[in-house]
């Protein structure tokens, strides 16, 4: 059996995570969604929102289509980078 771990990291307040997943989700997971990174098979995954994001959360709160258009005009960025493992154990077989 093969087990696979995935380590999840966030880069900003946990406080303001916390309080928006209680209060107003779609706020929480947009503020997740453009400040957080992911390790999955060696290699680690680090998501970023090129634009302001309290502006993107304001429009998620207020109005959620405008939300996405600046998520459209500004963009993602999605950087990835090769973890080098120096354990044998982790090499594949």
């Given amino acids: 059996m093969k087990k696979t771990n995935v380590q999840f990291q966030y880069h900003y307040s946990y406080f ?3 309080f928006w ?3 107003f989700f779609p706020i929480a997971f947009v503020l997740l969604l453009t400040g957080a990174s992911f390790t999955y098979s060696n290699s680690t995954y680090s998501i970023t929102y090129n ?3 309290f ?3 304001f429009w998620t709160l207020f ?4 939300a996405f258009i600046l998520l459209f005009l500004n ?3 999605l950087d990835v980078e090769e973890n080098r493992c ?3 154990s982790c090499e594949p077989k």
């Fill in 16 to 18: 303001w995570l916390i």
């Fill in 21 to 23: 997943a209680i209060f």
């Fill in 55 to 57: 502006w993107l959360a």
């Fill in 63 to 66: 109005f959620f289509p405008i």
């Fill in 86 to 88: 120096y354990d044998c």
């Fill in 51 to 53: 634009g302001s994001r």
């Fill in 75 to 77: 963009g993602f960025s």
